[in-house]
């Protein structure tokens, strides 16, 4: 007999209550049915298997892009008492793995795609199929995604392979292309996919024409308190402003990007982690899976990649509920690069690329409500002023948007 989901809630997670859709998430995988569940960063995704995967009979296989984001994970559910383990290109103790898995010793087996869809996984999961497979950052099946990865596609024959254990792909970030798109790709039923509120309103977005990012980031520093992440677009750039902002101002700021000496890298994150006014100057590859919910502000120096990497990463601000800001600063010649980045990448792909940029400068360059926006943009249907954001707060003296977003993607 599976177990309570309310009262392991409880007795294993400590949570006093399911948040969101979590329940109905949670209710549909433990009633074999295949979801797509849609939440936002934060919502609360990896509970939505882990909780089935303690009380099912049997092991919860998860497929998870990165081999940092399953670690933590993986530490995060050992500590609370989860039987879990990886196999990944780091990780030592495949065999002893294997055994504990075929011995039904483990509750949750973190897998990384390319492992996922080989031979040898498949045989180790003849020995005893699994109770559930969970596809976490699920947009990576898809092309119309912001980040792809070809080996989510291998994934389909392995589900398939085992017709009757339930599948749930967790995704934060789709649009209704991207949706569509991993329901197909991941034999999953439209009627299978629940979508949760992406409103964060104690969220204060801003947006910003951009005229000498460091001078304007040492103002929005001078003035915001809390912990904060700026993201710049290269990794030089995150160690030239972190240096030039901590030359200008008396809080402490440091560099995060992947090509850091790992030692370096991992002491900056947990000073952040740590720290209640520190400020990360970093690329993208900074954010995921760190859960540090009093983060006051992010900026962004430059044009994020898409909406959903902007609603992404700015929604790593205030995810304890209090005030929190989010200031993107922006400028024509971030357009002109990404048109030609457009140009650059296979044709197939460039229709999504050109949709995602358009969509970027309509929340830049709106007259209008920058919550309704990002909100309409997933398929919410918002109220058209939010009273939270700059453009509601105070309303542009008149809609002439510079046209210089259209004016560079008509080009
Ligand atoms: P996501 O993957 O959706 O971004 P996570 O699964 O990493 O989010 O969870 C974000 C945070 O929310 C974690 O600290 C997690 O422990 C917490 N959390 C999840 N579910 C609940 C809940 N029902 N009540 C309180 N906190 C929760
Ligand atoms: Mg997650």
Known sequence: MPRDPRQLLHDIFGFPAFRGVQEAVVARVMAG????????????????????????????????????LMHDQLRAAQAVGIRAASLTSVDADWRETQARYRDGDLDLLYVAPERASGEGFRSLLRSAPPALFAIDEAHCVSEWGHDFRPDYRLLRPLLDAFPDVPRLALTATADAHTRTDILHQLGIAADGMIISGFDRPNIRYAVHPRDGFTAQIADLLATQPGPGIIYAQTRAATEKMAASLSAKGRREVRAYHAGLDPAVRSANQAAFIASEDMVMVATVAFGMGIDKPDVRFVAHAGLPKSIEGYYQESGRAGRDGEPAEAHLFWGAEDFARARQRIFELEEARQGGERTRIAALGALVETGGCRRAVLLRHFGEDPPATCGNCDNCLSPPASIDATETARKFLSA
């Open 33 to 68: 049915q295949r979801t797509l569940a849609i939440m936002p960063t934060g919502a609360g995704k990896s509970l939505c298997y882990q909780l089935p995967a303690v009380a099912l009979e049997g092991c919860c296989v998860v497929v998870s892009p990165l081999i940092a």
